[in-house]
């Protein structure tokens, strides 16, 4: 619409104006804020930004590949993906406390992202040297750094939303959206040509699935959690509520699946299998400090299970997580 186009000329010039002739490096997560911000930087400077694309390991189901395609494939930005994730698993060996895993995860990013910008500060990729460090800090972001709520805001906020590192790379900060509520951000976002299920998806913590493969991770629990939440997504998505006409998926705030390292006794064919279990969590919240557990269709718990099981092989054994927050959190760290 015209309001939104007249914005986004006005975000585009002020762009212009402040970055001048220089160069811009942005961390891309594929999370909603930083890949707005990556396509109206590009919009407004297209080559002068460099997006620095950290994959540690922890992402969804291709996940890595649907970031690549979007911007390096669709818009044409340069984007440099540093594959992690043997680090990342590495760093995480013999670990199980979940801050502590989130203090790894971080510190981690935080250590090649910054590996990454020193590098491309310094070669030809970008002319003259990056002068700018562009965040998708958004509006809620700045209240919330004023007077952090809790722990795990703190450890959110210095993961994503890095303090402190624009000055050690001296770079200048870049924050297109700081004045943006989330669902300005998602307008702007589809305005600018970001596909609506990218721009709506439901929010994946930081340390992605290093928190939702409860104890150690390993790869190999990582793979199985991957297979069976992307079957998860795909029955939320599909499965249509017929009063409103909406996917199970937008009427959940958050919904994924959690990967148990315990295993468990079944039957397949004539034989026993002795498997790992995953638990299905939905939640409905309207600010995340509270949330009831999603009273989703039997039936569309029936064919999750059904397709989890037969189709994961090693697991055998789904469970649907009742619980409201508070007590529980959310996440299952
Ligand atoms: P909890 O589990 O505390 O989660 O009820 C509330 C919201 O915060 C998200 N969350 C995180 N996001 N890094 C993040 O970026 C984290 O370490 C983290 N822990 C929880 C969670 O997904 C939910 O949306």
Excluded at 5 to 11: L, R
Excluded at 77 to 89: E, G, I, N, P, T
Excluded at 296 to 319: D, F, M, W
């Amino acid at each position: 619409d015209w309001v939104m186009q007249g914005h986004i000329a006005e975000a585009v010039e002020s762009i212009r104006q402040q970055v001048g002739s220089e160069e811009v490096i942005l961390g891309l997560s594929g999370g909603v804020d930083s890949s707005v911000a990556a396509a109206l930087i590009h919009r407004a400077i297209g080559d002068q930004l460099t997006c620095v694309f950290v994959d540690h390991g922890l992402l969804r189901l291709n996940e890595g590949d649907m970031v690549m395609d979007m911007f390096a494939g669709k818009l044409h930005a340069k984007v440099v993906r540093v594959d992690a994730s043997q680090l990342f698993l590495d760093a995480l060996k013999g670990v199980s406390d979940p801050e502590q895993k989130r203090k790894i995860i971080g510190k981690l990013f935080v250590d090649v992202f910054k590996a990454e910008a020193e590098k491309l500060k310094a070669s030809n990729a970008t002319r003259k040297g990056a002068a700018f460090l562009a965040q998708g800090t958004i509006y809620p972001d700045v209240i919330e750094s004023g007077g952090a709520k809790s722990k795990k805001a703190v450890v959110i906020k210095s993961h994503h939303n890095v303090g402190g590192l624009p000055e050690q790379l001296g770079l200048k900060l870049l924050e297109p959206l700081r004045d943006l509520f989330k669902d300005e951000v998602r307008e702007l976002g589809v305005a600018l040509g970001l596909p609506h299920d990218m721009v709506y998806r439901h929010p994946f913590p930081g340390p992605g699935l290093g928190v939702r493969i409860l104890g150690e991770v390993k790869k190999e629990y990582a793979d199985l959690l991957r297979q069976a939440d992307a079957i998860f997504m795909q029955e939320l998505r599909s499965t249509i509520e017929p009063n409103s006409g909406k996917s199970w998926y937008d009427l959940t705030s958050q919904a994924f699946t959690v990967f148990l390292p315990v295993k468990s006794v079944g039957v397949m064919g004539d034989g026993r299998t002795y498997d790992y279990v995953v638990a299905l969590r939905a939640v409905q919240t309207s600010d995340f400090m509270t949330a009831d557990w999603a009273e989703l269709p039997y039936a569309l718990l029936k064919k999750v299970s059904s397709r989890i099981i037969n189709e994961v092989r090693g697991i055998n054994r789904v469970t649907y997580d009742v619980s409201s927050k508070p007590p529980a959190t959310i996440e299952w760290e």
